[in-house]
């Protein structure tokens, strides 16, 4: 494994709701990652096509049988991404072509079988020779989250052998599920992708925190989004209605040592990738005080089991 890795977070707006658009945006920004020496290139929470921030934005969204609603979700479905398919395809070639490790969210959309009906906020992990090496759903979609979202069945926790290293990732609140945290530090980081809608406060110390516990380098994520690109068919909440430049979602990506030590960013309310130079041989020093899955660890008093297993038909 080589001792040091280049990593980048692109912290912008997809081309919201509109799943080609985005895609079309995103190989444009890898591209320009990749030209800065990045090596592993990590992209925020639902980024395809776009986080719902509508949720919690727009008023009326969570009416029963509220018609903008149900033409917002059928919109939401059809701009979401199939895992496999031409787009996860397309995905591959660029992390290919660019010899970059890649990381995005997105809503993922089932073809056929069980859960055909149901969204998940999924985060996909291609390594750089393309292949998809991880597709993590989350496993507990946050509050007005759970109209839109599915619950993820957990196989996905772990990390992944990557050409940068070990790699992990959970998605925002689920940094706030104990367990799930454990779960990836005993399967080992080297670098852990934290997928938010944006890195608000709480999130940072989230974030730093994850990385102290865990003697991992933290690249956490945060989204873009105004006002004026949130669904027509759903009325912004009256903060909002006046504001079309406003920031619904508002960044604040941020890369943290294993330390706990910022080392890039928060960078807030801008378009940007933020660039940061990841020095491995830091895990190891830090790991002399901590280690949650050793010598910082207690089997004989604590038991952790995960209950693994793919749902029936998948």
């Known amino acids: 494994m080589k001792t040091k890795t280049c990593v980048a977070v692109v912290q912008a707006a997809p081309v919201y709701m509109d799943l080609d658009g985005s895609m079309e945006k995103a190989r444009g920004l890898i591209r320009d990652a990749a030209s800065q020496g990045a090596e592993l290139v990590a992209f925020p929470e639902a980024w395809l096509p776009g986080y719902p921030a509508w949720l919690d934005s727009c008023r009326d969204a969570g009416l029963w049988d509220h018609e903008p609603t149900k033409n917002v979700f059928a919109r939401l479905v059809e701009n979401s991404v199939v895992v496999p398919s031409s787009h996860t395809q397309a995905l591959a070639s660029w992390s290919q072509e660019f010899g970059i490790v890649l990381s995005i969210g997105v809503n993922e ?23 998809l090496v991880n597709c993590h759903r989350k496993i507990m979609p946050t509050f007005t989250e759970r109209m839109i979202w599915g619950m993820g069945d957990g196989t ?7 050409s940068v290293g070990r790699v992990g990732a959970l998605i925002c609140w689920e ?13 080992r980081e080297d670098v852990h992708i934290a997928a938010w809608p944006w890195v608000k406060e709480m999130n940072q110390v989230a974030s730093r925190h ?29 903060s909002l209605r006046s504001r079309p430049d406003a920031f619904v979602l508002g960044g604040g990506s941020v890369i943290v040592g294993p330390d706990g ?18 020095d491995f041989t830091s895990i190891t020093k830090e790991s002399l005080t901590l ?19 793919k749902l029936a038909g998948q």
């Open 109 to 131: 959309r089932v073809k056929e079988g069980p859960g055909h009906g149901t969204l998940y906020n999924s985060n996909l992990l291609f390594n750089s020779d393309g292949a």
């Open 156 to 162: 996905s926790l772990h990390s992944a052998n990557t």
């Open 175 to 187: 940094h706030w599920m104990p367990l799930a945290r454990q779960v990836l530090h005993v399967s």
């Open 210 to 238: 994850y990385a102290f516990e865990g003697r991992c380098f933290v690249v956490a994520c945060g989204g873009i989004l105004r006002t004026r690109d949130l669904p027509q068919e759903l009325e912004p909440l009256e």
């Open 261 to 278: 030590e910022v080392l890039a960013g928060p960078i807030f309310d801008e378009e940007t990738i933020l660039i940061a130079e990841l």
């Open 291 to 309: 280690d949650v899955t050793g010598h910082y660890a207690r089997p004989d008093v604590f038991d952790l089991r995960l209950k693994s297993g």
